[in-house]
Every structure is written in C-alpha cells, then in structure tokens.
T-cell receptor, first 112, second 114 residues
Framework: GEDVEQSLFLSVREGDSSVINCTYT??????LYWYKQEPGAGLQLLTY?????DMKQDQRLTVLLNKKDKHLSLRIADTQTGDSAIYFC????????????FGAGTQVVVTP | NAGVTQTPKFRILKIGQSMTLQCTQD?????MYWYRQDPGMGLKLIYY???????DKGEVPNGYNVSRSTTEDFPLRLELAAPSQTSVYFC?????????????FGEGSRLTVL
C-alpha cells in the first residue's frame, strides 16, 4: 500500500464536526502535517504536530496522533462552507530531512 | 508578499516538445521541491534541492531535469513531453531544519500534453 493513506471523500453538514483520518507507515516520522488545498490553488499548511505530542488544538482544529497505531486525525469543529477543500496528510521522514510523504487527499464537501 | 511564484499557470504541449516550468521564491529558503499532482494520487516528488548547486531525484524523476544555480530559482525542464506528463505541477520551498519543515507552495502549473 501507500506510505500515507487517507479516505478520499467526506461529506458533512454545516455546523457539524468533521473528522479526517490518516495512517502512515514510517515510524521515524518527526513531524506530521495537515495541508488544505482550495480549488485552483496550491497547498497551505493548516496545522502540524511534532511526533512526541498526542494532541494539538488550534481554534476549531484538533489534531490527534496515535504513534503506536501510526494514526493521525484532524477534527474540524463547527464546520463551515469555507472548509470545503481537499485536505492532505503528510509526514516528514525521520531518516532523511526534507523528504515528505503525502496522502492522496480527502475531499471534504460541506452541505448547508 | 510574493512567496513562491510559478510560471506559466497553464500550458499545452505537443508530444515531443520541451519546456521549462519556472519557480522562484523570495523567502531565502534553502530547500526547494517539485511535485506533480494527479487525481486521487496525492503529490509525488519529482526533484528536490537542499541548496544552490545541489539537486537530487525524488520518486518520479524520469523525463525531467532541474538545476539550482541560485537560492531563489529552481526551474523544472521537461524534455520530449509525453502524455503521461499531463499533470498539475507544484513548486514548494522550506526553511528546512530551522523550523517545522512547513512547505510553502506555489499556485501550480497545469500542463497538458497532446
């Protein structure tokens, strides 16, 4: 399988919470990231977590990291229509600085 | 505040033609990258550079070449374009180990080879 895997599609109602999941294989990953891509644009960093942390909260965003299971999740509280985008999970390989692995991206569609 | 600038945004090539995608950054970042994005496939690394004069292959380098003569510029050259190179190309840069490794992306170049 791929080094970083995530589901391809998520539909959520406005105001609900969204949870996007990601699994990775590289146990030496140092940083793990969530990027957001809006239509016709490049990726922008949403948040990141260092590998020695379990959780990170940033306003409406909560990142959970389970190192044992190599599982990363992104929760968006009170999802808004402006949150409709593709969300990419990525990790920084621990054995070679500067090499990142990206998932295929999760298309999130927020419905009114 | 320019960040990472890529040109052109769109291009159509015929099979066998060559072209260069330009990328420049004004953040004095040492690390620069070229990725391609195909539907449902995420980002694949083509080439990267850790500083001027140094380049290295990524996962999918065949059919491409790069150079890094200055810190700011990292052009990607396509020789003998093939339909398999139809994709969206992203240039990115990073400050590397001095920070979290955050990648700053350009807006992308959509290339179609017919």
């Amino acid at each position: 399988g791929e080094d970083v895997e995530q589901s391809l599609f998520l539909s959520v109602r406005e105001g609900d919470s969204s949870v996007i999941n990601c699994t990775y294989t590289d146990s030496s990953s140092t940083y793990l990231y969530w990027y957001k891509q809006e239509p016709g644009a490049g990726l922008q960093l949403l948040t990141y977590i260092f590998s020695n942390m379990d959780m990170k909260q940033d306003q409406r965003l909560t990142v959970l990291l389970n190192k044992k299971d190599k599982h990363l999740s992104l929760r968006i509280a009170d999802t808004q229509t402006g949150d409709s985008a593709i969300y990419f999970c990525a990790n920084l390989k621990g054995d070679s600085w500067g090499k990142f692995q990206f998932g295929a991206g999760t298309q999130v569609v927020v419905t009114p | 505040n320019a960040g990472v600038t890529q040109t052109p945004k769109f291009r159509i090539l015929k099979i066998g033609q060559s072209m260069t995608l330009q990328c420049t950054q004004d953040m004095n970042h040492n690390y620069m990258y070229w990725y391609r994005q195909d539907p449902g496939m995420g980002l694949k690394l083509i080439y990267y550079s850790v500083g001027a004069g140094i380049t290295d292959k990524g996962e999918v380098p065949n059919g491409y070449n790069v150079s890094r003569s200055t810190t700011e510029d990292f052009p990607l050259r396509l020789e003998l374009a093939a339909p398999s190179q139809t994709s969206v190309y992203f240039c990115a840069s990073s400050s590397g180990q001095s920070g979290s490794g955050e990648l700053f992306f350009g807006e992308g170049s959509r290339l179609t080879v017919l």
